[in-house]
């Protein structure tokens, strides 16, 4: 039996433009969406722009893209948060042009100890966006700085290193601790007596560099509110 296949998908939107109000709106799979041309390009400056537009649509391709990879690596991610930058040049002029893209990405729940395999699968997003790859050849189109973030999601202050493979978790405390402000507390949430951790810290930081207090102490979890304090 033969099965029919296509090699093609097709997307449509529908737009509409008010003369009088200067503005538009963009619809695409049942939303609805308003724009007009940005105050900076002497536009009216209400709801998007197509230029965010277009600078969205990267950017959602990347994230997705991003998404996928970092799981098929099995890279540690809990929310993907992208913010992406476009620069336009000669904006008041008929050579307007978008010269550069920028996406800087920040994964939360992070393995922070692997910022290079991150920042790996961060550029190999970029080549593997299906819209990125449609932008004029002359475009800079580039990958910003990689924030990783150890944040679990749960309660702010709180780090819980329990899923963590064992190898990687002083790592991954001691870059949080290390860019923990002075006076700031991290409540520490492990399945065994962090002990070793509090010898290292003194050994390797100083003694009074940070306060350590049991707030639960096993048998099966242990807490421990560490201050920094210089």
Do not use: K
């Not at 699968?121 to 910003?144: K, M, N, P, T, W």
């Amino acid at each position: 039996m033969d099965i029919e296949t296509t090699s093609e998908l097709r997307f449509s939107s529908e737009l509409e433009w008010l003369v009088e109000e200067q503005a538009g709106r963009v619809r695409a799979r049942g939303q609805s969406l308003e724009f007009s041309v940005p105050r900076s390009m002497g536009g009216r400056g209400v709801g998007t722009d197509p230029e965010g537009l277009l600078t969205s649509a990267v950017g959602a391709c990347y994230t997705a893209t991003l998404a996928s990879l970092l799981t098929q690596a099995g890279l540690p991610c809990r929310t993907l948060q992208v913010r992406a930058e476009a620069a336009v040049l000669d904006h008041r002029g008929p050579r307007a042009r978008i010269a550069s893209i920028e996406v800087i990405p920040t994964i939360r729940g992070a393995d922070v100890s692997l910022v290079d395999d991150y920042q790996a699968q961060a550029e190999r997003a970029r080549r593997h966006c299906f819209i990125g790859r449609h932008l004029r050849s002359d475009l800079d189109y580039r990958v910003g700085r990689v924030t990783l973030d150890p944040d679990d999601g749960g309660e702010d202050g709180v780090l819980d290193v329990r899923s963590l493979p064992p190898p990687r978790r002083h790592q991954t405390i001691f870059a949080l601790l290390d860019r923990l402000p002075i006076g700031e507390t991290l409540t520490l949430v492990n399945d065994h007596d962090p002990l070793p951790l509090r010898y290292q810290l003194e050994a390797t930081r100083g003694r009074d560099a940070y306060g350590w207090e049991y707030l639960e102490a096993g048998p099966e979890v242990w807490q421990v509110r560490i201050q920094r304090r210089q």
